[in-house]
């Protein structure tokens, strides 16, 4: 039908993108993508002088990934040796082959936000990213070509990622586990005070690693550690203000979290989170800022049943597709509680770092000062 009627076609786009030559970004998703060919890519790429952000989320069609395989290789001719993109997105992008990354990464010098989620990345290509780029936010969520210990050590020691912002390694454990103990015992020292946002859902996460989380909670305002090894006093740590001799040394730990990732964990189940004792209830007041739980769908269930329980302790439950969460929305039992719901709404989860989200634990980078609706919102909190 769009070829019939005309609306959008690869002629009709290009005439489009010839008309604008001062556009900035150029957002485009799986809807779209057998309408982008090999003339638009090149007129995408290589000849929009004032282009800083590109968006393919989800493009997988076979015409597609041909084109942007040939167009971004090394053997055109007409690639340039550095492109002036700031923020790349291929979120979902898993057809495209690891040659097309091998070819661009290395010449995103002015590289900010780069999202390659789902994507065939691989660890030599990551390294081959320009040591002058300053990456503000990085996806490598699902890419099953990485291995833990080379993404660990590009983390680590590539002064592209010294000044993260959103760092995101979720990966879904019945598939494929990135990061082994061994390798969350070398990443999280290395983590800089930059960060807002880390997923490491899916990591071999268990206790011993509770005091370098503590130490990110300070700063971080989104925190996703799903299907760790963690009892609920070892989450509770993230909230604790500490034991006399420390809080001497240092002052009492204050968490910076508003949000928290715990799909997956045995130890969080509805009767835990509602009837915990007040020290380890995470419902509690001394846990704020923290206003957002993630959980998986059976604890969620679980905690619709139990609606009466959850509403008098001011927490409410929302989902969207397949995932859901426990927010706090009422002033619940606590003296002063009325206080912290208007702090809440007062604070709608905007951040300037969020690209124009206003929710927490999105999965998807955005690349445009816009709300993340439409398809982008359903990669971003949907799926």
Known sequence: MQLEILNLTSATLLNCLNLTPRVREFLASESMDMDIDAKVLEKIFFDLPRLEAVDFCGST???FMKDITSVLSSNNPRMPDVLRLKRVGFHGCATIPPSVYASLLPRLEHIT?????????????????PRTAR??????????????????????????????????????????????????????PCLPKTLRSLNLSGAKINSSHMPQLRRLSAFLEELSVGYADLSL??????????????????????SNLRYLDLNGISSV????????????????????????????????????????????????????NRRGWYVRSGPGNTPGGEGLVKAIKEDDGSRPWKMGGKWWGSRKIGMAESELAGIYGYYAFGK
């Open 135 to 188: 990456l503000l936010h990085l996806s490598l969520s699902k890419c099953n070509k990485l291995q833990g210990p080379a993404v660990v050590d590009f983390l680590s020691n590539h002064p592209a990622v010294k000044s993260l912002v959103c760092l995101n390694l979720h990966y879904d454990i019945s598939r494929y586990r990135l990061l082994s103990t061994a390798d969350v015992d070398e990443l999280l």
């Open 269 to 320: 189940t509805p009767l835990n989170i509602i009837l915990a004792s007040s020290n380890e209830s995470l419902l509690r007041r001394e846990t704020f800022p923290l206003q957002v739980l993630e959980l998986s769908e059976k604890v969620t269930d679980g905690l619709k049943e139990r609606s009466v329980s959850g509403n008098r302790l001011g927490w409410t439950v929302r989902t969207d």
């Open 233 to 254: 006093a070892d989450i509770n740590c993230l909230f604790d203000k500490g034991d006399e001799q420390e809080q001497r040394e240092s002052g009492p730990h204050q």
């Open 61 to 63: 069609t076979p015409s």
């Open 113 to 129: 936000h780069l999202d390659l989620t789902h994507t065939q990345v691989t660890d030599g290509t990551l390294h081959a990213l």
